[in-house]
């Protein structure tokens, strides 16, 4: 697998549900982020959780890391119509100003 | 809060013509980077520079591609003979003391 991988590739829920994204990656880390992205556009920087941090909360958002697992949640409560967009983890590998190895993402639809 | 700008944001161009992507950096930011996302797809590292040097490129960034800040300030991806393949969303980031990435709002490079 690749290094970030998420799932479910593809989400669809009801307004006012959670919605949770997982993510896999396979080598050391920096840190891990989450963007979303409506089809098209640029990237929104969501939240940022370091190595030595287990889980960071903002607003809504959720995110918890696992290294010992590689892997990364994210958690959108109460889930609104807005949310409609894809979700990517993206790793910073350890040792400086590596660059950032985006994951293929998850389709979230959050359904009115 | 500081951000990262990209121009144009909207590029159309003929196959075989060369093109050239502005981003201006974060002020004091050291560390750049480029990447692309092809419709559809993932995010995707193309080159980091730092020192005005090359510390990082992926397969992609081929003799077709190269960076360089003109004038200490922009920071641009120049491709020398666009091909239809090229067509994608140009992402620039940058860094600077935290080591977090900071991703401009994206160039849609269209070749016809």
């Known amino acids: 697998s690749q290094q970030g991988e998420e799932d479910p590739q593809a989400l669809s829920i009801q307004e006012g549900e959670n919605a949770t994204m997982n993510c896999s990656y396979k080598t050391s880390i920096n840190n891990l982020q989450w963007y979303r992205q409506n089809s098209g556009r640029g990237l929104v920087h969501l939240i940022l959780?370091?190595?030595?941090?287990r889980e960071k909360h903002s607003g809504r958002l959720r995110v918890t890391l696992d290294t010992s697992k590689k892997s990364s949640s994210l958690l959108i409560t109460a889930s609104r119509a807005a949310d409609t967009a894809s979700y990517f983890c993206?790793?910073?590998?350890?040792?400086?100003?590596?660059?950032?190895?985006f994951g293929t993402g998850t389709k979230l639809q959050v359904i009115p | 809060e500081p951000e990262v700008t990209q121009t144009p944001s909207h590029q159309v161009t003929q196959m075989g013509q060369e093109v050239i992507l502005r981003c201006v950096p974060i002020?004091?930011?050291?560390?750049f980077y480029w990447y692309r996302q092809i419709l559809g797809q993932k995010v995707e590292f193309l080159v980091s520079f730092y020192n005005n040097e090359i510390s990082e490129k992926s397969e992609i960034f081929d003799d077709q591609f190269s960076v360089e800040r003109p004038d200490g300030s922009n920071f641009t991806l120049k491709i020398r003979s666009t091909k239809l393949e090229d067509s994608a969303m140009y992402f620039c980031a940058t860094a600077g003391g935290s080591y977090e990435q900071y991703f401009g709002p994206g160039t849609r490079l269209t070749v016809t």
């Open positions: 993206a790793t910073t590998g350890s040792g400086g100003y590596q660059k950032v190895t």
């Open positions: 959780i370091r190595s030595n941090e």
């Open positions: 002020s004091n930011h050291l560390y």
